[in-house]
């Protein structure tokens, strides 16, 4: 692989941070991310229950002897390879808050209300009867399958989704339940939110999806 050296110089006390990386704990499933190509989820982070853990972090430095020659690391007879580690510290897991994680989802809906998307999406073989449907605040732009009925609606009527969804479990289950849409039986659908404009390459939040039999 390609490698980029850095030189760096520290005294006493001093610290850098050279890397940092952001993890996400589910109570009861995994954590999925769409990978860069917009194809499949992948799991991020394996499921967490409530309990005690411990947590650290760990990196494998190579120190090379001439940082301006091409040496393959794992080759090089005169590489020095040093553990770093954090250290461990005490996690404790606990059962989220329903109601407040709720609101806090709401809350942030709200705030963008302008940019509020609701999908109730079909998974369904090829020529199934069975429709999509795309509720948007924002004027429709990108082109959708046949199988889609796209209606725009107003912020109040979005305001209005919004508080049904708070008072369900659906904005709750977003945090604590995240799912795997390949997961999901056929036929069936799954609802899902996002905030922003769906056309490439605007960027847009998704939040969900979960199943609704």
């Known amino acids: 692989m390609q490698v980029r050296f850095q030189r760096h110089t ?3 006390g001093e610290s850098i941070r050279l890397h940092t990386k952001n993890y996400v704990l589910a109570p009861r499933r995994p954590v999925f991310k769409r990978e860069k190509n ?4 992948c799991i991020e982070i394996s499921a967490t229950s409530p309990g005690k853990y411990q947590v650290g972090y760990g990196r494998e430095v190579w120190l090379l002897k001439d940082e301006n020659q091409p040496v ?3 080759n090089d007879p005169e590489a ?11 996690l404790v897991v606990l059962l989220g808050d329903r109601e407040a994680l709720s609101k806090r ?21 090829e020529g199934s009867p069975l429709r999509s449907l795309r509720l948007t605040v924002l004027e ?4 959708y399958p046949e199988f889609w009925s796209t209606v725009q609606i107003s912020r109040q009527e979005a305001e209005a989704i919004i508080g049904h969804l708070e008072r369900t479990d659906y904005l709750w289950r977003t945090v604590a339940e995240p799912y795997d849409s390949k997961a999901f039986p056929i036929p069936s659908y799954f ?3 996002s905030l922003g404009d769906e056309s490439y390459p605007k960027p847009c939040f998704d939040i969900g999806p979960l199943p609704l039999g």
């Open 10 to 12: 520290l005294k006493p």
């Open 38 to 41: 917009g194809g499949r989820y």
């Open 72 to 74: 393959h690391r794992f």
């Open 80 to 90: 020095q390879r040093i553990h770093l580690h954090t250290g461990w510290a005490d």
């Open 105 to 125: 989802v709401a809350s942030e809906l709200r705030r963008a209300v302008d940019q509020f998307n609701l999908k109730i999406v079909r998974m369904a073989e």
């Open 140 to 143: 429709p732009k990108s082109q």
């Open 191 to 193: 609802l899902s939110l």
